[in-house]
């Protein structure tokens, strides 16, 4: 079992739907989660970490974290062209633990 | 720098022949990562320093694998006898850590733009 599963795709969403990203991870005692975006070409960039169990919000981002499922996911409202990429879930122990991520979903927003 | 900085951005060599990569972190950062991604694929963890705490290494493929950090700052990994399957890139992340006092880091990482590797 890898440690941080996600969906490969790619998802396919219209411009304007709402765009839900999962991610399940194995180590129940993980404690910070984050989901980075990474366009083609580039290097990995945060969009939002959580910590504790329910949502947070950031702009058209929310990040839902379950830990009794062992379960985070992303969801983008009013996708963008500009959404267009992979989203890796990253997930790290404790604080003197590695990260790990998982091997991304490819989202694509079609106009 | 402002920003984390790898180089070479590419090299490529020869199958058998040794490489390095280096890789110099956000000024003040205590974490640095290395990972590799090929072509379509995810983030694969390599190695992991923390300050001073001997370096979590469980990532590393092979011995011919290795790195070391000098001074808490630059980091340099280094492949020997590079085999075809070496070919990726190779990203250095650094990030701030917070230890003790029930407190725990950010763990927001931030990348270089990567050493690709070509082993032909």
């Known amino acids: 079992q890898k440690e941080v599963e996600q969906n490969s795709g790619p998802l396919s969403v219209p411009e304007g739907a709402i765009a839900s990203l999962n991610c399940t991870y194995s180590?129940?005692?993980?404690?910070?989660f984050f989901w980075y975006r990474q366009y083609s070409g580039k290097s990995p960039e945060l969009i939002m970490s959580i910590y504790s169990n329910g949502d947070k919000e950031d702009g058209r981002f929310t990040a839902q974290l379950n830990k009794a499922s062992q379960y985070v996911s992303l969801l983008i409202r009013d996708s963008q062209p500009s959404d267009s990429a992979t989203y890796l879930c990253?997930?790290?122990?404790?604080?003197?633990?590695?990260?790990?991520f998982g091997s991304g979903t490819r989202l694509s927003i079609r106009p | 720098g402002a920003g984390v900085s790898q180089s070479p951005s590419n090299k490529v060599t020869e199958k058998g022949k040794d490489v390095e990569l280096r890789c110099d972190p956000i000024s003040g950062h205590t974490a640095l990562y290395w990972y590799r991604q090929s072509l379509g694929q995810g983030l694969e963890f390599l190695i992991y320093?923390?300050?001073?705490?001997?370096p979590d290494k469980s990532g590393l493929p092979s011995d011919r694998f290795s790195a070391e950090r000098t001074g808490g700052s630059v980091s340099t990994l280094t492949i020997q006898r590079t085999q075809q399957e070496d070919s990726a890139v190779y990203l250095c992340?650094?990030?701030?850590?917070?230890?003790?006092?029930?407190?725990w880091g950010t763990g927001e990482l931030f990348f270089g733009e990567g050493s690709r590797l070509t082993v032909l």
């Open positions: 320093f923390q300050g001073n705490s001997a």
């Open positions: 180590d129940r005692v993980s404690q910070s």
């Open positions: 990253a997930v790290k122990r404790s604080s003197a633990s590695k990260i790990i």
């Open positions: 992340a650094s990030s701030l850590a917070f230890e003790g006092s029930g407190r």
